[in-house]
């Protein structure tokens, strides 16, 4: 198989280039190429860029728009992180609660996500499909009811009220993902294991997780992004500054005294909480993109 | 032959039969955590955001003089009072808010993001660079993105001191809806690209081959190959992004603000209302947006694409040949 596919580009090589219009063309097309990309990526970067760079400058000349800052600072990263903000505290819990929704939605989604590619039963496609379909609810419609839930059952301002709305909003993103990927590993490989007298848990556990892998590890990429970005239930579920994650922390960012403009603390609280994900999106693109597209979904 | 047939009518009919009955055990049990979940978080909740909607909560003097608290059964009241009533307007506004910024950012998305798929599909260099950095608005916090952009549209910011212009673009108005529109364009058109790309690597070279000796020039190529061919994943990825900018609260909640006509969506408007413990109104503006949601995601699915599960499925199986 390798080998027909490799043969016709061994054989492109060989020929001689097209003589006459080629090369003008290609030049051509290469420069609005380099353009296009160049365009493409400014677009994409210049206002991150614009963040990062504000988050160095003083405070006293946060307005200049020179490309880098003419004094280079942190101060406003010391002031963002100042114990009276509590964002660094804001950071840990985003952390504890997109980690705990991770793993939750994780375990939940492998069990879900087998069944659907493996077992047969009735409404398997209705399953799939209301799964799916939970996902197109407006997080508000559940904010109203939840919040009074909530507060009945003493759940206001704490950890679980946040988890428990992330995992309903992660669960069928992950569901579909994990789906799709058991279902491109052959079954002929468990079938075998099962021959050979493991018993269907076994061969869950010992042939099908491991070759599943790279799609659980994309899917717990996916999972924590969606719920470290979450702000609608975050915002409405606490109000305690010392429990709430970091994306409602930055929006109630107002500087750590009153009189001067907070703008450059915002940027650096907002590059604190986006440098993360950052290094994650870097690290692994490839497999971000490969489940964004298998996923289809956000 | 005939022996054999009936026989392995037999068990064939015989075996699904076992094999069902203990898969659908089975299958129960291991869907149960996910279903819990669901339906604690969504179903309940959605349920008695219904039946909140046809109370009223209330404390004042009935007829009598007597003082009345507690929830009192208004039936649809909730429902028409936001139709007809004194703050009609608002929810007018709000709908239209709604309905606006669904379809101008959308549809900027599509043509800015198949712009993007095009010519990513042809650069070979810049890939990585590129891949990297069309993740990166889509990797960034919606909440961050809403402030940095009331940043740069600062009065003294950045866009006003480029372009020379002095216009209050985090005010209210026409500048702060324009605003919003660049800053979730920005935010989510390279997530459209994404999708795009992936469509369009699954198009076989030959057909452009063909194209191509047949005479037709990079833009016939382009209506006539491309983008139907490109049109299911398209198709998925216009869906689900329209239902997430149904429900946009983040974006415009933290560049403008809250209770900022202009830009305020069902979603802000539902709760603000639910924020001053007016829940029934709140429950009634979130039912009507979660129909409103409803009745679109149906009429795209009917108008546009019959089968978006299937194009789904469809999109699955030839990628994966395209990787073998």
Known sequence: MTDTLQRPRFSERMLPPDPVRKPRKRGWGAASLVLAITAISVYCLAPFFWMLVSSFRRTSDIFETTILPTTWSIESYRQALDGSSMFGRAMLNSLLVAGTTTVLALVFAIFASYTLARLNFRFKSAVLAIIIATSMFPGISVVVPLLQFFSDIGWINTYQSMIVPNLSFALPLAIWILTTFMRQIPVDLEQAAMIDGCTKWQAFRLVLLPLAAPGVFTTAILTFIQSWNEFIIALSMVNDPAVQTATVAVSKFTGATDFQSPYGVQMAAGVLVTIPLIIVVLLFQRRIVEGLTAGGTK | ?324
């Not at chain 2, 660079?129 to 549209?153: H, K, N």
């Not at chain 2, 194209?211 to 190529?221: P, S, T, V």
């Not at chain 2, 069902?266 to 009745?295: H, K, M």
């Open chain 2, 1 to 324: 032959m005939m022996t054999t047939t009936q026989i392995e009518r037999q068990t064939t009919a015989r075996r699904p039969q076992t094999v069902k009955v203990g898969d659908g055990r089975m299958a129960a049990l291991l869907l149960s955590p996910t279903f819990l979940v669901l339906a604690l978080v969504v179903a309940y909740p959605l349920l008695s955001a219904f039946r909140q909607s046809l109370y009223r909560s209330q404390s004042g003097l009935d007829d009598d003089g007597f003082v009345v608290t507690g929830d009192v059964f208004v039936g649809l009241g909730n429902y028409v009072n936001i139709f007809t009533g004194t703050e009609a307007g608002r929810f007018y506004n709000a709908l239209w808010n709604t309905t606006f910024f669904t379809f101008t950012t959308v549809g900027l998305e599509v043509i800015i993001g198949v712009a993007f798929a095009v010519a990513m599909n042809r650069a070979f260099r810049g890939r990585a660079l590129l891949r990297a950095s069309i993740l990166i608005p889509w990797a960034i916090p919606t909440a961050v993105s809403g402030l940095l952009w009331r940043w740069i549209f600062q009065a003294d910011g950045v866009v006003n001191s480029i372009t020379g212009v002095e216009v209050l673009w985090t005010a209210e108005g026409f500048a702060a809806q324009a605003a919003v529109i660049v800053a979730e364009v920005w935010k989510t058109a390279p997530f459209i690209g994404l999708l795009v790309l992936a469509g369009m690597q699954i198009i076989p070279g030959e057909i452009y081959e063909a194209a191509k000796l047949d005479g037709a020039n990079a833009w016939r190529q382009f209506i006539g190959i491309t983008l139907p061919l490109v049109r299911p994943a398209l198709l998925v990825a216009v869906l689900f992004r329209m239902l997430d900018a149904l429900r946009m609260f983040d974006l415009p909640f933290v560049l403008i603000g809250p209770r900022k006509s202009s830009v305020e969506t069902l979603s802000i408007l539902a709760w603000d209302e639910s924020n001053q413990l007016n829940y029934g109104t709140a429950s009634a503006f979130s039912i009507i947006l979660l129909i409103y949601v409803a009745v679109i995601a149906y009429a795209f699915i009917k108008i546009l694409g019959a089968d978006i599960v299937e194009a789904k499925a469809r999109r699955a199986t030839p990628k994966k040949k395209a990787t073998r």
